[in-house]
């Protein structure tokens, strides 16, 4: 459970492009859905912020209308999620795109979202402490803020803190579209939104926000280096004084081996050994021997290169040649996903592989393993070693983000080397140490002490929020 720590009580307005259960393509949603409940819990009254896409009435809460072209609902005791509205802009499958790939019109989808909600804010009165952004979808808040609605004086206390979840994505648009952000002609230049003579909304946010962070400390290293900075090290660098990392928090209730409903049985440190009936249980349901001592690894994850499907795949027959086990969830780039199912052929006996997402099978697949395997190319934080971690199923990980941050000799097995032959090296040290039963067990049960709860999250944003109203 949360605790409430003293302080005084903040308005916080979380502004993000999706949060469950209305609408989600990634993790970004579940950190909406979970952060805002922490932070009412300790205390602190918080508002949401997103656009009312076509999937946002089928997500079950009730939906109801506040003004034109804004709706609402509640979550936790008393969040409001206002939804703004637009037909043209938001009743659409996607969220950002479609099959054919992003919206052409994103920027002007998004800059109408951001200016609405500072608008809105005015409207229902809520002169927010904080406005918490996320991603490039928000960061022209910032820039509006700062460059127009901070001459009036609801306005003018107002910060934001810029959570950067994924640096890849920053929302680049051709230079002919600055015009449609009613900013001043200056700002589309290097002090401002132009990025290799183009407009990138996400250096907007990072040039205009008070304070930056993203979702763990290593992450915050990494993208300060031309390696991981996707072109953008520089201003990061320039930033680094506001520039921190928080870790994405797990949410324990819905991740619990002790009341999972999906498991065939569950567990927890107080009977542990009953985890290796879900091993027999995703053994049995995969078509794989039914073998308590063959070690059993498991990945659920987009099946893309960034999640190291390049290792894996480069050195995969060696890796089957081993006693081992291995069930794979997920689905991605049509080469990897070709490449396992020929694999699947050729060991049908030691390789499962499920194309498809699939959440009751993601909970046995982290329950019923032995060894997660994660060797991400980089993770900003990952959820899927965290989760492993309160299974007791002891991750594999390469160092790089979050994985770095929670993944140690004490807990799991990690490997800074990004070689195919390193991988297969790691594999084989990981399936040779789960022989020694004795010591699996004592990494188990550290494993399962690990706490990366919300509530530990929730409490070091808090922190920051603080530091960004002295700013």
């Known amino acids: 459970m949360f605790t409430s720590r003293g302080g005084k009580a903040m308005k916080i307005a979380m502004v993000a492009a999706e949060a469950v259960p209305f609408a989600k393509t990634g993790g970004l949603a579940d950190v909406i859905g979970a952060l805002p409940q922490a932070l009412e819990y300790c205390g602190h009254e918080v508002i949401i912020f997103m656009p009312k896409y076509k999937c946002v009435s089928q997500s079950g809460v009730q939906i109801v209308p506040f003004s034109e072209g804004v709706s609402y609902a509640q979550i936790g005791k008393a969040i409001k999620v206002y939804f703004i509205e637009h037909k043209i802009y938001f009743n659409r499958d996607g969220l950002y795109g479609d099959k054919h790939g992003d919206y052409a019109d994103n920027l002007e989808r998004f800059s109408f979202f951001s200016r609405r909600v500072l608008d809105l804010l005015e ?230 592989l499920n194309l498809k997402f699939d959440d009751a099978l993601a909970h046995k697949i982290y329950a019923g393993s032995d060894i997660f395997l994660m060797p991400s190319r980089y993770e900003p934080c990952g959820l899927g070693q965290m989760i492993s971690l309160r299974y007791g199923t002891i991750p594999l990980v390469f160092k790089t983000g979050g994985l770095a941050d929670t993944v140690n000799s004490k807990n799991g097995f990690s490997f800074s080397d990004y070689t195919p032959s390193v991988l297969l090296q790691m594999i084989n040290k990981v399936r040779v140490a789960f022989q020694d039963q004795n010591k699996w067990q004592s990494l188990i049960s550290q494993a399962m002490r690990e706490n990366f709860s919300w509530e530990i999250s929730a409490h070091k944003y808090i922190q920051l929020y603080a530091k960004v109203k002295e700013r």
Not at 298 to 322: F, H, N, T, W
Request: glycine content about 8%.
């Open 123 to 352: 409207e229902i009165n809520f002169s927010a402490d904080i406005l918490h952004l996320h991603d490039w979808q928000t960061s022209l808040v910032a820039v509006y803020l700062k460059n127009i609605y901070a001459q009036k004086s609801f306005y003018s206390k107002m910060k934001c803190l810029l959570s950067i979840h994924n640096l890849g994505y920053q929302g680049i648009f051709g230079k002919e579209k600055f015009s449609k952000l009613g900013l001043r002609p200056e700002l589309f230049g290097i002090a401002g939104l132009e990025f290799y003579n183009q407009v990138n909304l996400l250096k907007g946010g990072i040039v205009f926000a008070d304070l930056i962070n993203t979702v763990s400390p290593t992450y915050a290293k990494e993208i300060q280096t031309e390696e991981l900075g996707f072109g953008l090290a520089g201003v990061l660098r320039q930033r680094q004084k506001v520039l921190s990392g928080i870790l994405n928090g797990l949410d324990y209730f819905i991740w619990d081996p002790d009341s999972d409903a999906h498991l065939a049985q569950n567990y927890s440190l107080r009977n542990p050994e009953n985890k290796v009936w879900n091993k027999a249980d995703l053994q049995k349901i995969s078509g794989l021997a039914l073998d308590r001592s063959i070690p059993l690894f498991g990945i659920v994850c987009r099946l893309v290169e960034q999640k190291g499907l390049d290792l894996l795949c480069s050195v995969l027959d060696q890796i089957l040649g081993l006693d081992l086990q291995l069930v794979i969830l997920g689905a991605g780039d049509a080469k990897y996903q070709q490449l396992l199912q020929k694999a699947v052929k050729k060991y049908p006996k030691k390789i499962i």
